[in-house]
Structures are given as structure tokens and as C-alpha cells.
Nanobody
Framework: QVQLVESGGGLVQPGGSLRLSCAAS????????MGWFRQAPMKEREFVAQ???????YYTDSVKGRFTISRDNAKATVYLQMNRLKAEDTAVYYC???????????????WGQGTQVTVSS
């Protein structure tokens, strides 16, 4: 069992930046592939970014060049650095862990509770 806790969400103006953190506990973190997903009101949960156990990253097209996913295995934490934020980025952001590399939300084994990100003037 893996427990995940997101933090770092909040209110930011368009064009601003925010850094989300996801702290893992319960067992070894280094072997898991980690992902970030988001869900806006009235919309389905969507994939945002992933990072494999070896550090390989992948992003959905809408955030490429703006968001960066990273991990610190010593701290058992994954991060999402979000720059040049847009109103369309407003959503609840979730981190997730899985034993194999995947970008399908339905495949992820463990989920955090989510953190709200609001981009508004």
C-alpha cells in the first residue's frame, strides 16, 4: 500500500507559476512510475504528466513547454512545476503511483486526495 498526499495548490494569476508536491509513504518510492492528473468541474479526469522510475518524462500536449515533472527519491516526493499558467489549467490536481509506466488513469494503483489549483485574475 502507498499513501500519497498532494500540496502546493492555490490561487495564481494567469502567467504565474506554482509548484505542486506529492509526498509518498508506506513503502519504497523509487520503483514506482508517478503521474499527475487533473479534473476540472464538469470534465473527466485527464492525464497531465508522468515520470518513470528511471526519470523518463512524458507530457500531454497542452502543457508541454510549461510544466515540468520531477522526482526526488531520497525524499519520496514527486513535483510538478507549472509555469505560464492559463485559466484553462484550473482544476483539482492529483498525483498517482503505479508499478509500471502508463498514461491511463484507470491503470494507476494509488491516488492522492488532490489539491486545488485556480488560475484567475
Amino acid at each position: 500500500q502507498v499513501q500519497l498526499v498532494e500540496s502546493g495548490g492555490g490561487l495564481v494569476q494567469p502567467g504565474g507559476s506554482l509548484r505542486l508536491s506529492c509526498a509518498a509513504s508506506g513503502r519504497s518510492f523509487s520503483g514506482y512510475s508517478m503521474g499527475w492528473f487533473r479534473q476540472a468541474p464538469m470534465k473527466e479526469r485527464e492525464f497531465v504528466a508522468q515520470i518513470s522510475a528511471t526519470g523518463i518524462t512524458y507530457y500531454t500536449d497542452s502543457v508541454k513547454g510549461r510544466f515540468t515533472i520531477s522526482r526526488d527519491n531520497a525524499k519520496a516526493t514527486v513535483y510538478l512545476q507549472m509555469n505560464r499558467l492559463k485559466a484553462e489549467d484550473t482544476a483539482v490536481y492529483y498525483c498517482a503511483a503505479n508499478s509500471w509506466v502508463t498514461r491511463r488513469s484507470e491503470d494507476y494503483q494509488y491516488w492522492g486526495q488532490g489539491t486545488q489549483v485556480t488560475v484567475s485574475s
